[in-house]
């Protein structure tokens, strides 16, 4: 059912133990959004606990009350009242956790791939970030964030949008994170935690660039990056390098997690690479999507290259 404020309030209202969690692979939105909703939820009194089934990349340890964040082996599913889970598009994507419960499922997300998998939606496809979200929540709710809110809210917004460069951000995403600023959040510290990198980070980047290739005419452009040579590897901002070359359309990063399980990142100019996210079981936004092939990395290349070019071929 897709729900209102109102039915949030509500539904807030009438639990006492609620379970935060969000998606695999957690970006700055979804733990941004995942602890803003935490440290609100401890401030009215309830008792709350944040969850997520994977590793917590190094970069977003500068966020207040991330360490609270436990695995779902360390929590109780059965004693809670209602889960809550942000910007996970489908239940899969939040890993253990949906089976370990039966309780109601308050869904809050902005994803355009949204299988409306949860008891209760709240979805919004204009928001930039489900962070965008949760600050309209709390404007419904007249409550004022924290500085630690306004730094995790201004994290899942900023991150989301590329810092206020994609054509995703809109006036109401900078008027948040205006509003954010002034209730203490610190845009400087923010970019800064986020954008500094371990030196190996540098040595590796130069040997993913020798990995480029293009496709369909130069209109697609793909990287790839061995998980298995460098496991702990930290990718973000890779596909930023296809992204942005002149006349690129489609930009991909294959990640080859292991002999067959290949990652794949696509980003956009002007197709709905969601769609296509969605054909392999994934799912994403119009210019950024993502899936995982259980397949050889030169199949799932193939697959992946075929129905962008079928797309673009389209188009
Ligand atoms: P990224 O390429 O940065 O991993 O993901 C781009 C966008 O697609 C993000 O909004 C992310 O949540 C979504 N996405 C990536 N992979 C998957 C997936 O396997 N399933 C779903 N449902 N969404 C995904
Ligand atoms: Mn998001």
């Known amino acids: 059912m897709q729900c209102s404020f ?6 807030i209202n009438k639990s006492n133990h609620i379970i935060i969690t969000g998606h695999l692979q957690p970006d700055g939105d979804c733990l941004g959004s995942m602890l803003a909703l935490y440290l609100y939820l401890q401030d009215i009194g309830k008792k709350v606990q944040v969850v997520l089934d994977d590793e917590i990349p190094l970069s977003f340890r500068f966020l207040p009350s991330i360490q609270e964040i436990i695995r779902p082996s360390q929590t109780l599913c059965s004693q809670a009242d209602l889960i809550i889970v942000l910007d996970a ?16 499922i308050l869904n809050i997300d902005h994803h355009k791939s949204n299988t409306n998998f949860a008891e209760f939606t709240y979805l919004d496809l204009s928001a930039a970030a489900t962070g965008e979200i949760i600050c309209d929540l709390f404007d419904y709710l007249h409550y004022d964030p924290t500085q630690a809110i306004a730094n995790c809210l201004y994290t899942a917004i900023a991150t989301d949008c590329g810092f206020f460069r994609y054509a995703n951000t809109t006036s109401a995403t900078l008027r948040k994170a205006a509003f954010l600023v002034d209730f203490g959040a610190q845009p400087n ?8 990198r371990a030196p190996e980070y540098i040595a590796i980047l130069t040997g993913v660039l020798q990995t480029l290739e293009f496709f369909h005419n130069q209109q697609i452009a793909a990287i790839t990056v061995d998980l298995t040579k460098n496991p702990l590897l930290d990718s973000e901002g890779f596909i930023d390098y296809p992204r942005y070359i002149e006349g690129i359309r489609v930009a991909i990063m294959f990640k080859i997690v292991d002999e067959n399980t290949i990652r794949v990142s696509m980003r956009s100019t002007d197709i709905d ?7 392999f079981g ?5 210019r950024a999507a993502g899936c995982t092939l259980t397949d050889n990395y030169l199949n799932a290349k193939d697959k992946i290259l075929a129905a962008i070019e079928n797309m673009l071929r389209d188009d």
């Open 6 to 11: 109102k039915d949030i309030s509500k539904l």
């Open 273 to 279: 690479v969601s769609q296509i996210a969605l054909s």
């Open 282 to 286: 994934g799912g994403g936004h119009l």
């Open 189 to 196: 510290l923010i970019s800064e935690s986020l954008q500094m």
């Open 89 to 104: 598009s489908d239940i899969e994507r939040i890993g253990n956790l949906s089976t370990q419960t039966s309780c109601p």
